[in-house]
């Protein structure tokens, strides 16, 4: 069974930074495409970052050059090293695991996604 679990959010400010982690259980990294998806209030879910079947990496452009997907495999965790955080990045962050191909990404959103409880991120101005 593919378990997902989040922590790292909370309240900071504009221009601080914040780390999310996600630890996955068993062999998740190899069968399953892994990124980060988030949702704001009254707004659909976001693809934020995402590692390809590739092994690329590939980022919304509301966050490239700001936001870094990273991945322990030893350790089954991944990453978002979130900085220079904004306002608009106000949002429930979900780690998601799809094991389809969507244009080299999971197909998050999907009836085999797997997702985290979520960790809510909140940044005041």
């Known amino acids: 069974q593919v378990e997902l679990v989040e922590s790292g959010g909370g309240l900071v400010q504009a221009g601080d930074s914040l780390r999310l982690s996600c630890t996955v259980s068993g062999d998740t990294f190899s069968r399953y495409a892994l990124g980060w998806i988030r949702q704001a209030p009254g707004k659909d879910r976001e693809f934020v970052a995402g590692?390809?079947?590739?092994?690329?990496?590939g980022y919304a452009d509301s966050v490239k050059g700001r936001f870094t997907i990273s991945r322990d495999n030893a350790k089954n965790t991944m990453y978002l090293q979130m900085n220079s955080l904004k306002p608009e990045d106000t949002a429930v962050y979900y780690c998601a695991a799809d094991p389809h191909d969507c244009s080299g990404y999971g197909c998050y959103g999907s009836d085999q996604t797997k997702w985290g409880q979520g960790t809510q991120v909140t940044v005041s101005s």
């Open positions: 590692f390809k079947w590739n092994g690329r990496r």
